[in-house]
């Protein structure tokens, strides 16, 4: 029997792959990429002159042009190293599509924001008599087991984030 699995965000910084094309695309539609230009952002994720001439004989048109564009990058053709969501914003930069790498770099941001909230709120609680405040006395851990579950998760994802930058 088939078991789904759960894959990260293509935001979070992991290797993409062609499983990942739709949502590529999605991302790049979301922040108004000009499709037009997918041969300059081919180049830019060194997928090769002669794949993306080939890619235009092929298709002709524009849209599926772009699509085989990023798939040949997600499919690592012509020796593409990692394709990863910083390769994609460097790419989008270096063919002067700030605001569009800018967005999704925002849009990046905003999740692991959002993520490392939901990852602090975990934090077990001390109760004082004037407020909750974050149990932060390491003899805590006694009364608060959960303190050090919720630290280690922390950590994985705070590595996770460090490794993904450039």
Known sequence: MARLV??????SGRTLDISDLDEVMALLER???SKTSYHELGLRLKVSHNT???ITKDQRDVLPCFRECLASWLR????VEDPTIDTL???LRGIGETAVADGINGERQNIIA???KSEMSDRPMLDTSE???????INCTLHFPN???????????FLTVMRSKP
Do not use: M, W
């Not at 690592?76 to 020796?79: E, P, S, V």
């Not at 407020?131 to 006395?137: G, L, N």
């Open 89 to 91: 914003i460097a790419a």
């Open 114 to 116: 959002v993520s490392a």
């Open 6 to 11: 759960h894959k990260p965000s293509i935001l």
């Open 31 to 33: 922040h108004h990429y």
């Open 147 to 157: 303190l050090v579950k919720a630290y280690d998760k922390f950590k994985r994802f």
């Open 131 to 137: 407020e909750q405040t974050p149990c932060t006395d």
């Open 76 to 79: 690592k053709a012509d020796g």
């Open 52 to 54: 993306l001439e080939n």
